[in-house]
């Protein structure tokens, strides 16, 4: 990791250089990130860390799509001299703020410490000054230090003052110019057993492992219609944060909107070069009153995942696995996308954002209809739990707010840790829990497609919309680019006459 510094003031990639960098990586697929550090050094004749070609890779979809031409009005400070250094620093601050009483002489400290943890080969103590101290502040948008205790307990008359105000600011935007984030921690693997759920917290990590996916093999990781990030303690962190925040900056190309998110640590208050979207933070100690995804969404979530997850168990059972509910990654990814995309409906999304009252013309009145349908999720989720059998079965509310799961963002990591999730040095190693997806050839997704429509063929009960969703598959199958080229013309079936 250290044997780049040296050289390190010229290892900054500019715009332009991270631009080339994912190009050369979408033509070269198969490229390893140790073969692109030596590219990178080949072709620009500079040296650059694993963690920045990682970081720069994450955030290939913004600078691929990204005409740096139209950039130049963006205000740009000096490029940090050790930036590895310095992310870890900033992740380091964001989760401390709160905490402790912040000051430049502590930063300053913090910095030299850091420097020894991202740069262990180092064999000299850098000396980090004032000035260094104002950069690092204006490069990472810190205007001042709030005092520990600051951000305590609000009366009920501040909060309705703070509520007024945020009224005022998203009452500016329509409704569907109003967005809100949250993170939630999800055991992906929990039983509703209260027996096995207290082996599982006495285990190292078993079936209460919170969901930290990696890539996997043989796996298209743009088919699975969701952004996948891994890092080794399944936590936010401000790199993250921004890159999807960029993401989302470009997708809402042409328009103006109000991102709503908490005081989180891994949340940056200062992400330039934003277009589209304005980052509005929610008072301290307001969230679990104010935001919508508390309100409701976060919850509606994960009563579909388990409802899901609970299904694919009763399903192991009936094939004869032994062990059903140990799904890996892969399953628990595709379980929560399509209990977002699916049934999380946006009458659900949008009673919760009313329940909330952060808009002035917001009706306090829950849709009864919306209710009916929440309580049948709850009842279906009851039916699942119960078909299963269970000795000491969970109650569905006790599931649903299990104990540590949302504590993803709450807990505070050691700089020892943060380094690690920063820097991502283990990023391309393998879970050995999980097994590489089989690959399937075109030929059985034929002859799977064709027994998936026989089945229904044969079921009293079958809508049209399930023949209209193999239609579809049946569709793509055929349109596959190598069956074209394989595609034979209509004389090749006759035999030419002498």
């Known amino acids: 990791m250290a044997s780049h510094l040296k050289g390190v003031a010229k290892a900054t990639m500019t715009d332009q250089i991270r631009k080339e960098l994912c190009e050369y990586k979408r033509d070269h697929t198969k490229c390893t990130q140790k073969e692109l550090q030596l590219w990178i050094q080949e072709k620009f004749q500079i040296q650059v860390s694993q ?7 994450k955030r290939s979809d913004e600078y691929l799509s990204t005409n740096l031409e139209s950039r130049k009005d963006i205000k740009r400070h000096k490029p940090a001299k050790y930036p590895e250094m310095e992310k870890v620093l900033f992740e380091w601050f964001l989760q401390y703020q709160d905490r402790v009483n912040m000051t430049g002489e502590l930063i300053l400290e913090k910095a030299k410490v850091t420097m020894k943890l991202v740069y262990p080969e180092q064999d000299f103590e850098h000396q980090f ?8 502040k204006l490069r990472h948008g810190i205007k001042s230090f709030r005092r520990f205790g600051e951000s305590g307990s609000v009366d009920v008359e501040d909060m309705e003052k703070k509520l007024e105000a945020i009224r005022g600011k998203i009452d500016k935007f329509s409704k569907k110019d109003v967005f809100n984030m949250d993170e939630t921690g999800l055991f992906y693997r929990l039983q509703a057993d209260h027996s096995l759920a207290t082996k599982q917290l006495e285990g190292k990590k078993q079936d209460k492992e919170r969901l930290t996916p990696r890539c996997f093999k043989n796996v298209n990781m743009n088919s699975l219609n969701c952004h996948y ?14 890159e999807y925040i960029r993401w989302f900056d470009q997708i809402m ?3 103006r909107v109000l991102f709503v998110v908490d005081n989180c ?28 995804c508390d309100a409701g969404i976060i919850r509606a979530f994960k009563m579909h995942y388990r409802r899901r997850f609970y299904r694919e168990v009763l399903e192991g059972y009936e094939l004869g696995q032994s062990d059903p509910a140990k799904i890996n990654v892969l399953h628990a990814i595709n379980f929560a996308v399509s209990a977002w995309t699916t049934n999380v409906h946006g009458e659900t999304i949008a009673n919760c954002f009313r329940h909330c009252k952060i808009r002035s013309r917001d009706a306090v009145s829950r849709n009864s209809e919306e209710e009916s349908v929440c309580e049948d999720g709850m009842q279906e989720l009851e039916v699942v739990i119960n078909n299963l059998s269970y000795r000491n079965k969970m109650d569905v509310n006790s599931l649903l707010d299990y104990p540590g799961e949302n504590d993803a963002c709450s807990e505070v990591q050691s700089l020892e840790e943060i380094v690690v999730s920063v820097i991502n040095v283990d990023e391309e190693a393998e879970d050995d829990n999980v097994e590489p997806l089989e690959p399937i050839t075109r030929k059985k997704a034929i002859i799977a497609s064709r027994t998936l429509h026989n089945f229904w063929m044969q079921i009293e009960k079958t809508t049209p919309g399930v023949f209209d969703a193999i239609r579809k598959i049946r569709d793509e199958l055929q349109r596959d680019s190598n069956f074209k080229k394989r595609q034979t013309t209509l004389d090749s079936y006759f035999t030419k006459l002498s």
């Open 129 to 136: 000054s004032q000035g260094w101290l104002e950069k690092f």
């Open 51 to 57: 963690g920045t070609i990682s970081n720069t890779l």
């Open 253 to 255: 190309h042409g328009r």
């Open 229 to 242: 990030r891994a890092n080794k303690r399944a936590w936010m962190t401000s790199v993250i944060f921004e």
């Open 265 to 292: 640590p891994a949340h940056p208050r200062n992400i330039e070069g934003l277009h589209n979207v304005e980052l509005f933070f929610l008072p301290p100690n307001m969230t679990s009153k104010i935001q919508p």
